[in-house]
């Protein structure tokens, strides 16, 4: 079984940056490609970036040109770099791997206005 960690939220002003990581370990044989997800308080999880094992990338429209998500495949690590956040970004950041059972803890980004 993987372990997801997800790390990194904290509490930023609108315009500022958060960078995620999600570390994984255990049976990491499951994953290829990965994902970022988000849930905001009383809203479904959406998908907010994924990244294949070639380094694809996709992104939802809201957050193209200013959230990065990117792959450290030696130290199995995922990023998502978020910059000029807007209090809509708000959410508890998930990532998974589709290939893998289970979700991490996620971890909290907070913008405010």
């Known amino acids: 079984q993987v372990q997801l960690v997800e790390s990194g939220g904290g509490l930023v002003q609108a315009g500022g940056s958060l960078r995620l990581s999600c570390a994984a370990s255990?049976?990491?044989?499951?994953?290829?490609?990965m994902g970022w997800y988000r849930q905001a308080l009383g809203k479904e999880r959406e998908l907010v970036a994924s990244i294949n094992t070639y380094g694809s990338t996709n992104y939802r429209d809201s957050v193209k040109g200013r959230f990065t998500i990117s792959r450290d495949y030696a130290k199995n690590t995922m990023y998502l770099q978020m910059n000029s956040l807007k209090p809509e970004d708000t959410g508890v950041y998930y990532c998974?791997?589709?290939?893998?059972?289970?979700w991490g803890q996620g971890t909290q980004g907070t913008v405010s206005s």
């Open positions: 255990g049976d990491t044989i499951c994953i290829s490609a």
């Open positions: 998974k791997a589709p290939g893998c059972s289970g």
